[in-house]
């Protein structure tokens, strides 16, 4: 193949030329801790919680994937709209997310069962170290754009997160972003 350029709009998070992916609260119900308010939200029209837009490149060892991810302001229950979240099937492969837009937070469990919490913002560059899963959530009132590179032949392992969710809930109290203990964990 041959070097190119695509383009991202750090407003709108688009990446183009790529290949856009979105996600409804129906794909990712599960994944939330209220998943009652989650139906209930299906039910009023099942908006979108987020986007994630790839470049074109080989799922080859040797080469870089990289995409946005656009998440929409929002929550369920009092939970800020997330990702599903994985571990890479490769779990030696790291990650980088860089902040382009808005207010965040990246949550990640080692496989050891460390659990942190960092903050999102423009201009943060988020290292992701092999062995540690990843999720993000939009904890602003605008879009939440970020900028991801990982090595292409990583993979997603969805499973893990879906059954177990993470140690800690990014959730809002009294108008305030606030960690607390996953109480079915
Ligand atoms: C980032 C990258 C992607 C991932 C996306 C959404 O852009 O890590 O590989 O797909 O976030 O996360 P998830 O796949 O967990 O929903
Ligand atoms: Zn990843």
Redesign the pocket.
């Known amino acids: 193949m041959k070097p190119y350029n695509v383009v991202i709009n750090f407003e709108s998070g688009t990446l183009d030329p790529g290949k856009r992916?979105i996600?409804k609260v129906s794909d990712?119900k599960n994944m939330f801790y209220d998943t009652q308010a989650a139906e209930e939200l299906i039910q009023k029209g099942d908006p979108m919680v987020?986007e994630?837009i790839?470049a074109d490149v080989p799922e080859e060892q040797g080469h870089l994937?990289h995409?946005?991810?656009i998440i929409y302001p929002g929550k369920i229950g009092n939970e800020y709209f997330l990702?599903?979240?994985?571990y890479h099937e490769k779990l030696s492969t790291a990650?980088i997310?860089f902040c382009l837009r808005g207010q965040g937070r990246l949550i990640m469990e080692s496989t050891d069962g460390d659990c942190e919490v960092l903050e999102m913002f423009p201009g943060s560059a988020s290292y992701?170290p092999p062995n540690w899963s990843?999720?993000?959530m939009n904890v602003g009132k605008e879009l939440l754009v970020?900028y991801?590179i990982?090595p292409a032949d990583?993979g997603?392992d969805?499973a893990t997160?879906e059954e177990q969710g993470y140690p800690k809930l990014v959730v809002e109290i009294d108008g305030k972003v606030t960690v607390i203990d996953n109480p079915k964990r």
């Open positions: 992916i996600r990712v987020y994630v790839y994937g995409c946005t991810t990702t599903k979240g994985h990650e997310y992701i990843h999720r993000t970020f991801c990982f990583a997603h969805y997160i």
